[in-house]
């Protein structure tokens, strides 16, 4: 052991000295070398952030990983059972999406179907399907079309606790719901980023129309959040609305539309109670379906392949560069014949030769990996602080620590690769060269 | 005196152009502690075949040699560096230094060569040692470039004497420098005996050869005695 701890601070010390000794050519083994490793750092870089982003939005749109999802059919009398058995829990959440109309009253709204405010279109609340799925925003038969008018259409989610702690929604501007208070009898909303540019572009009357409700309330909008969605939504406390809408309404059983449960992925306790109560009111067991968030895995399987071509070609460059390293190996080690001969007479073992030179070659890998390095954490700092306002998904970007890890792998491969021929060659270099020259 | 060196019947064969030649044809040589020896021998004549079986560069083709006792004919190669490291200086016609390193750092290297480890300290304390050793310390930090013939064959004896060997080699330490110079570093490798420490002088020069305690001929493969000399 102690004989191995020598040999190898003899190796790192000879070949550190090599290094400084060469230092032109240590300088362009790294150039050649430089490329290669940085193109694998990018592109662990790029995958990591890519898999982050995509996660990232996931969580918005659909939970957290680990969060457990259980879908309640839309029945009657399955949202009552729901809220009562989830109210004052702060370990699930039940929501609901339905859709409303804030604006003037009877009239079609700029975006009808909540479509997004610069890309109109979509399903429409005004339209009619025959039984083959053809659906058509004329007015039915004997029916006049809705007058257009100022009032913009948005998917309202009614939620009975904090969803964030499933969906991390980001915060964008005023506040967010606060569920300990009493109930509003004017219903608290925070909008999307989408229904806040309507907002912003649009002028319109304080009426929220919800159908089904017994009356049109009047809203008050209190923040604004990102939850990845691209069309108008809104989020509400299901209590609030509940003042004027029938809880019976909350699920549309003819659209299919009911509950989403989410849960912690330890509320195991809420899950039985809240399935059994179900079952209890009639609700068939296979009905209830609830299963774990695990997008990560999902995502990371997406990405992967796209992951190995990138790295393949990485790879490549990389090749580039050990050959560059080999080339100059093999050169310098021609040129030092006597004073590895030399350092064979004084005792030292091939083994040791052979260790000098891979040292000097890791040691260059090694320079180069975190040169590499560097530039990646300066480039991304820059693409954070000029693109980081206009993309949202580019702003607080970190170094991925596996880009790093990947950056120093690739270069002590690369220092391996190139320096073994070198190594094996002054391994061989004959002893008697020092008595003949 | 200790018997260091027991060479009996070696033979050495060395592939020719265009057949074998035997180079060592049977050569029985003995080495104690403290004694000196020189080699005398026409170019060609297998002197430094001779001293590169004696140092553990190559192996004879047959014939025994003992050091210390112990046969060491046939030592594989990790054992022979561990033993080269252990038990022999070497000094050679040319120097052999780094240009790109000091003075002290190359005699270093005889101690920075794997076998077995020394403090940077201790490492440090035994370099000047062995520069003091042969006169020339206050050019610890100097390079090679700045450093005169003399200068830099007393840093390679200095790098030959660091690891304190039993038996010094000296292959024609003296063919580049004057005759002055080569006095000054002939002084020094006799020094080291002083401490019974075994030398073998490879010269063509006859004036360094008679300084040796004894001088032998190597002709036609056979090492002749060529008489007890004093000390000069």
Redesign the interface.
Request: proline residues 1%.
């Given at each position: 052991m102690?004989?191995l701890?020598?040999?190898f601070?003899?190796?790192l010390?000879?070949g550190g000295?090599g290094i400084?000794?060469r230092k032109l050519r240590t300088f362009l083994s790294m150039v050649s070398l430089f490329l290669g490793v940085l193109a694998v750092v990018v592109v662990q870089a790029g995958a990591e952030i890519a898999e982050r982003a995509v996660l990232a939005n996931t969580e918005l749109t659909e939970g957290r990983d680990g969060t457990v999802k259980m879908y309640v059919p839309p029945k009657p009398q399955t949202v009552p059972v729901t809220l009562e058995t989830l109210r004052g829990r702060t370990d699930a959440v039940a929501s609901t999406t339905t859709m409303a109309i804030i604006g003037e009253p009877g009239v079609t709204p700029i975006n009808p179907g909540a479509a997004p405010f610069d890309q109109p279109g979509g399903y429409t609340s005004g339209m009619t399907c025959d039984q083959y799925g053809n659906c058509t925003d004329e007015p039915p038969e004997g029916q006049e079309a809705a007058p257009s008018g100022q009032a913009i259409e948005l998917q309202l989610t009614a939620m009975t606790g904090d969803i964030r702690q499933f969906r991390p929604f980001r915060p964008g501007s005023g506040k967010w719901l606060d569920f300990a208070s009493a109930p509003s009898l004017s219903p608290r909303l925070v909008l999307n980023l989408e229904a806040a540019k309507g907002f912003g572009r649009y002028r319109v009357p304080a009426e929220m129309r919800i159908t089904g409700a017994d009356a049109n309330p009047t809203p008050r909008i209190i923040g604004v959040i990102d939850d990845g969605n691209p069309q108008p939504a809104a989020y509400v406390r299901s209590d609030e609305l509940l003042n004027w809408l029938p809880a019976t309404k909350l699920a549309d059983e003819q659209a299919g539309i009911g509950l989403t449960v989410m849960m912690a992925p330890d509320a195991t306790a809420v899950e039985q109670t809240l399935r059994a109560r179900l079952v209890a009111s009639g609700i068939p067991p296979k009905d209830l379906h609830a299963e774990p968030i695990n997008f990560r895995k999902e995502a990371a399987t997406e990405l992967a392949l796209m992951r190995w071509i990138f790295l393949g070609m990485a790879g490549l460059v990389l090749l580039i560069g050990v050959a560059g390293i080999l080339n100059v190996g093999l050169a310098t080690v021609g040129e030092r014949i006597?004073?590895f001969a030399?350092?064979?007479?004084?005792?030292?073992?091939?083994?040791?030769l052979a260790?000098i030179v891979l040292a000097e070659t890791l040691l260059t890998g090694l320079i180069t990996a975190a040169a590499a390095i560097g530039t990646g954490v300066a480039a991304l700092k820059l693409v954070t602080i000029f693109m980081g306002d206009g993309e949202p998904s580019l702003s607080n970007l970190e170094f991925p620590w596996q880009a790093g890890v990947a950056g120093v792998v690739a270069g002590l491969i690369a220092g391996l690769l190139g320096g073994f021929v070198p190594a094996l060659r002054a391994a061989r270099i004959p002893?008697?060269t020092?008595?003949?020259? | 005196m200790t018997e260091l060196i027991q060479l009996t019947g070696i033979t050495k064969t060395l592939k020719g152009q265009t057949a074998p030649r035997t180079i060592l044809d049977g050569v029985d040589l003995t080495l104690h502690s403290g004694e000196s020896l020189a080699i005398l021998g026409r170019s060609g004549s297998g002197k430094?075949?001779l001293?590169?079986l004696i140092?553990l560069?190559?192996r004879p083709d047959s014939g025994q040699y003992l050091l210390g006792g112990r046969d060491i004919t046939r030592l594989p190669?990790?054992k022979a560096?561990?033993?080269?490291?252990?038990e022999f200086g070497?000094v050679?016609?040319?120097f052999?230094l780094?240009k790109?390193?000091t003075a002290a750092?190359n005699v270093a290297?005889?101690l920075?060569?794997?076998?077995?480890?020394l403090p940077r300290r201790k490492r440090r304390a035994r370099v000047m040692a062995a520069l003091e050793q042969v006169g020339i310390a206050h050019l610890a930090k100097h390079r090679p470039p700045r450093l005169s013939g003399g200068e830099q064959q007393r840093v390679a004896i200095a790098?030959a004497l660091v690891?304190e060997p039993r038996i010094l080699l000296a292959?024609e330490p003296t063919g580049a420098l004057d005759t002055e110079t080569g006095n000054l570093v002939i002084t020094a490798l006799q020094s080291a005996t002083e401490r019974g420490c075994g030398l073998i002088l490879v010269t063509h020069d006859r004036d360094h050869a008679d300084r040796m305690g004894r001088v032998l001929q190597l002709s036609s493969g056979l090492l002749a005695p060529a008489g007890e000399r004093v000390p000069a």
């Open positions: 102690i004989g701890s020598g040999r601070r003899s190796a010390i000879i000295q400084r000794a006597e004073e030399l350092r064979r007479a004084v005792g030292t073992p091939r083994s040791l260790g002893i008697a020092v008595m003949r020259a | 430094s075949t001293l590169s140092g560069f190559d190669e990790r560096a561990a033993l080269r490291s252990a070497f050679f016609q040319r052999f780094l790109h390193m750092q290297m005889a920075v060569n794997g076998q077995g480890w790098r690891r292959d």
